[in-house]
């Protein structure tokens, strides 16, 4: 896996040299190990080539110039900035694979899970695991309409507003106002049901809209046009189409671990709450969606993070037709193991397709 290098990833690695490239390479690893900044004395014993404190500190000089590290307090050693970070996961980080024992227990676990044919399931599971091997917190987003449905019901509420209860397979139930037609007759909820329910069990919302769509010519003898716009704004409002998506967090209590100061503890406070704006955490796994593959969120480079200094490693999945379902991932500290997390979500995500295409990698 290779990182991508745009133009002024490439400005700032040519302006370093052989020496320079190991120095930061050194802090970097320093700083996801420990946490801490790393000083030139201790730098210079680490390195391959024999360099004194002196010739070190100028490197490091010229590292901060260029904006890839920062001196926390006066006289100490040196962190990567956020820039920095960014520069080396997407210029120097060497990403290496996940062994086979991991994978098997990836892939059993996962298999396992969706035993009981949800998809759920074995998304709840990926979360657990991803937080479980990476000691971070596992995400997962994807839209509420992969469950496979068993019944649907209308239920009106008012003259112009009825409630449509829809019942999964497994048994989880979503209920949902929908607006009906000026002068829908009560029968005509019923027909609505009973229409829906011949066609949609075992399917998707998405495969049950597509196959009524492709139906709608044939069904204009079978419903009147009252019964029909009823169907369409039902599943139109359930299929995804106003954006309704479904979050599922596990691991949070992982980022308590290794907290090194009490600034440790105000950014978790800070990602805490963060977690708890759905919206926001959503919009950024939406914004994985658009890249092939695993994409590495930094500190405040999205408004999720700006104020918690966390990063966010994501990857989507996709069904049996390429489509994106749903996206994967890990939150962590900017200190994330990056090398290891990458592969392991990305290996994840290619299991949880795998599964989704079906039915459930049966």
Known sequence: MSPMIDASTAGVLAALNERSREIFRRIVDSYLQTGEPVGSRHLSRLLPMALSPASVRNVMQDLEELGLVFAPHTSAGRLPTQMGLRFFVDALLEIGDIGD??????????????????????????????????????VVVTSKDNARLKHIEFVRLEPERALA????????????????????????????GNYLNARIRGRTLTEARAEIEGERAAA?????????????????????????????????????DDLTALDDLERIRLLFADLETKTDVIDLLNRAETGEGVRIFIGAENKLFSLSGSSM???????????????????????????????????TAQVISRLVRGPYGA
């Open 101 to 138: 024992t991991e994978r098997r227990r990836i892939e059993a676990d996962l298999r396992a899970a969706s035993k009981d044919r949800t998809l759920e399931n074995a998304l709840v599971e990926a979360t657990s695991l991803l937080s479980g091997l990476t000691r971070g917190a596992g």
């Open 165 to 192: 209860i829809l019942v999964a397979e497994d048994g989880s139930v979503e209920n949902r106002v929908v607006l009906t037609p000026p002068g829908l007759p009560a029968s005509a909820l019923v027909e609505a």
């Open 220 to 256: 204009q003898g079978e419903l009147d046009q009252l019964t029909a716009r009823l169907v369409e704004a039902g599943l139109a409002g359930w299929a995804g189409l106003g954006g309704q998506r479904q979050l599922i967090v596990r691991g949070q209590a992982n980022l308590l």
């Open 313 to 347: 490693v994501a990857a989507p999945f996709r069904d049996g037709q390429q489509r994106i379902v749903g996206v994967l991932g890990i939150i962590g500290p900017t200190r994330l193991n990056y090398a290891r997390v990458v592969p392991m979500v990305d290996y």
